[in-house]
């Protein structure tokens, strides 16, 4: 008899076919000489249906053990279904339990439990309807930010997580290192010394793969790079994780523009392709979740996104009838509260900022010819702000030392970085796009943490 994934069964089985399932159950109803239970193996939202009925050997102690949360095998015939909710059901011939789940103890209920709570047992929150939709949703976002650089040509790169430089310039680093923290290495001096760690000097997580995505820019013109990257920012939100996902795109040849352009294709491309495949996982979070995500990513595939500079924000933000926490004037980075009056309120779809003040951008953006600004542009996104930041790169030698040695930072220490410029330099431009800020935003869930399979936050490691 056919394996088949549940998904397969509800979409194309037809009655009287022969089929094996296998799952965890969701629901158990008994009823007089037979019962019900709904089978997920988390290839859809949608369980399947399963009848067994009491001719059906052993049906007692079977039936004492398939509680919520247990492991099935069924096999069985499909049939048209009586009820309604579903088009066909499975009639069990055999059922096999791998492993039961005590239902004194097993965490999941069948009543909604709240997000905070499931965070606790996030060894189990993936086998609830909401996670569920949210990994297999996730799982498509990352298929079509693949295939939207695989057709285009871009060299998919794999950058270093382990870094010797902070591409940010934030100094919000996590360490890496082999010494014995018992008992560190000094130099006379008391300071830590670090040629006697593995790599003979401090390294990092990296907060970004950029600076090696331009080195292969340089080389193969596209590229992109998909990792993990880390960042210490003590900041207990909704929108920050120590650990998340990053899609950084680097292009020679590119100046601002062309970086716009390529960011707002892009981010169209992924809503159109999840509303293709995740149909009914976006229904589900229109429903339960957000009733604005549907609309919202209609709103994404069919109209341009705003662009305005960061000058021109400025004065809107200080016309704006609301009364900000941050005192709004030129040179503010802007906080989340202004990037949300700003796509939010206002226009009301995504928005890219442009040209910020160089103060308080990182030393590798393009200085502006009034060196006033620099040519970043962030897209904010209505409801979580920034989603992506990028920029086109300083590709002048000089001025970049100069931009380097300004942030205190010392260019010997990016000598590779520099060569670049030196030998066949080229106006180039990228972004880095918020992997788990883009879920967020694509399914309308409130917190970040409940995006990532394991989020790693202030103080929270656990699984
Ligand atoms: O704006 P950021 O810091 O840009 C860079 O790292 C550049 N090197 C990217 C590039 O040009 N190649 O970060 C990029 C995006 C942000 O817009 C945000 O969506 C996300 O990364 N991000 C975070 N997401 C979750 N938790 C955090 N702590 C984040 N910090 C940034
Ligand atoms: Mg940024």
Same mark, same amino acid.
């Given at each position: 008899?056919?394996?088949?994934?549940?998904?397969? !069964?509800?979409?194309?089985?037809?009655?009287?076919?022969?089929? *094996?399932?296998?799952?965890?159950?969701?629901?158990?109803?008994?009823?007089?000489?037979?019962?019900?239970?709904?089978?997920?193996?988390?290839?859809?939202?949608?369980?399947?249906?399963?009848?067994?009925?009491?001719? %059906?050997?052993?049906?007692?102690?079977?039936?004492?053990?398939?509680?919520?949360?247990?492991?099935?095998?069924?096999?069985? !015939?499909?049939?048209?279904?009586?009820?309604?909710?579903?088009?066909?059901?499975?009639?069990?011939?055999?059922?096999? *339990?791998?492993?039961?789940?005590?239902?004194?103890?097993?965490?999941?209920?069948?009543?909604?439990?709240?997000?905070?709570?499931?965070?606790?047992?996030?060894?189990?929150?993936?086998?609830?309807?909401?996670?569920?939709?949210?990994?297999? !949703?996730?799982?498509?976002?990352?298929?079509?930010?693949?295939?939207?650089?695989?057709?285009?040509?871009?060299?998919?790169?794999?950058?270093?997580?382990?870094?010797?430089?902070?591409?940010?310039?934030?100094?919000?680093?996590?360490?890496?290192?082999?010494?014995?923290?018992?008992?560190?290495?000094?130099?006379?001096?008391?300071?830590?010394?670090?040629?006697?760690?593995?790599?003979?000097?401090?390294?990092?997580?990296? =907060?970004?793969?950029?600076?090696?995505?331009?080195?292969?820019?340089?080389?193969?013109?596209?590229?992109?790079?998909?990792?993990?990257?880390?960042?210490?920012?003590?900041?207990?939100?909704?929108?920050?994780?120590?650990?998340?996902?990053?899609?950084?795109?680097?292009?020679?040849?590119?100046?601002?523009?062309?970086?716009?352009?390529?960011?707002?294709?892009?981010?169209?491309?992924?809503?159109? +392709? !999840?509303?293709?495949?995740?149909?009914?996982?976006?229904?589900?979070?229109?429903?339960?979740?957000?009733?604005?995500?549907?609309?919202?990513?209609?709103?994404?595939?069919?109209?341009?996104?705003?662009?305005?500079?960061?000058?021109?924000?400025?004065?809107?933000?200080?016309?704006?009838?609301?009364?900000?926490?941050?005192? *709004?004037?030129?040179?503010?980075?802007?906080?989340?509260?202004?990037?949300?009056?700003?796509?939010?309120?206002?226009?009301?779809?995504?928005?890219?900022?442009?040209? +910020?003040? =160089?103060?308080?951008?990182?030393?590798?953006?393009?200085?502006?010819?009034?060196?006033?600004?620099?040519?970043?542009?962030?897209?904010?996104?209505?409801?979580?702000?920034?989603?992506?930041?990028?920029?086109?790169?300083?590709?002048?030698?000089?001025? %970049?030392?100069?931009?380097?040695?300004?942030?205190?930072?010392?260019?010997?220490?990016?000598?590779?970085?520099?060569?670049?410029?030196?030998?066949?330099?080229?106006?180039?431009?990228?972004?880095?796009?918020?992997?788990?800020?883009?879920?967020?935003?694509?399914?309308?869930?409130?917190?970040?943490?409940?995006?990532?399979?394991?989020?790693?936050?202030?103080?929270?490691?656990?699984?």
């Amino acid at each position: 008899m056919v394996k088949q994934r549940i998904t397969e !069964v509800l979409r194309n089985g037809q009655p009287d076919e022969s089929l *094996v399932v296998q799952g965890w159950v969701r629901t158990k109803r008994e009823l007089k000489g037979f019962a019900f239970i709904e089978v997920n193996d988390g290839s859809s939202l949608a369980s399947l249906q399963v009848v067994i009925n009491e001719d %059906l050997p052993d049906y007692d102690s079977i039936l004492k053990q398939i509680n919520t949360g247990a492991s099935v095998e069924i096999a069985g !015939v499909l049939v048209a279904s009586q009820g309604k909710g579903q088009r066909v059901e499975l009639k069990a011939n055999q059922v096999t *339990v791998y492993g039961g789940a005590d239902p004194d103890t097993y965490p999941l209920q069948k009543k909604r439990h709240s997000f905070e709570f499931l965070r606790s047992i996030g060894h189990l929150r993936s086998r609830t309807n909401s996670f569920g939709a949210v990994f297999r !949703v996730r799982n498509a976002c990352a298929t079509a930010i693949h295939q939207f650089f695989q057709e285009r040509g871009f060299l998919w790169i794999h950058t270093p997580i382990i870094t010797a430089n902070d591409c940010e310039g934030a100094g919000e680093l996590f360490s890496v290192t082999s010494l014995d923290l018992k008992d560190v290495p000094r130099k006379e001096t008391k300071a830590v010394d670090y040629s006697k760690d593995f790599f003979g000097k401090p390294t990092y997580l990296t =907060v970004s793969g950029q600076l090696q995505a331009e080195v292969m820019a340089t080389a193969f013109t596209n590229v992109y790079t998909f990792g993990p990257t880390f960042r210490a920012e003590n900041s207990n939100t909704s929108r920050h994780l120590a650990e998340f996902w990053m899609v950084e795109p680097e292009m020679a040849f590119c100046d601002l523009k062309g970086d716009m352009d390529l960011a707002e294709a892009f981010l169209k491309h992924i809503f159109k +392709y !999840v509303m293709k495949t995740c149909a009914e996982d976006m229904e589900f979070f229109n429903q339960r979740i957000d009733n604005t995500v549907i609309a919202t990513a209609d709103n994404i595939i069919n109209n341009e996104f705003e662009r305005v500079t960061y000058t021109e924000a400025i004065k809107l933000l200080e016309k704006a009838d609301v009364k900000f926490d941050y005192p *709004v004037s030129w040179g503010l980075d802007l906080q989340s509260e202004h990037e949300r009056y700003l796509a939010e309120h206002l226009f009301k779809k995504p928005t890219i900022v442009t040209n +910020y003040p =160089v103060q308080i951008k990182a030393f590798y953006m393009r200085l502006d010819d009034d060196e006033k600004t620099v040519a970043a542009m962030d897209i904010l996104a209505p409801k979580i702000g920034e989603i992506i930041g990028g920029s086109q790169r300083e590709e002048r030698l000089e001025i %970049l030392e100069r931009r380097i040695l300004a942030q205190g930072m010392k260019p010997e220490d990016l000598w590779w970085y520099l060569d670049l410029r030196r030998f066949g330099t080229v106006p180039h431009a990228g972004f880095g796009l918020g992997f788990e800020r883009l879920v967020q935003f694509m399914t309308g869930m409130g917190n970040i943490r409940d995006v990532i399979p394991f989020p790693r936050t202030p103080e929270s490691a656990e699984f």
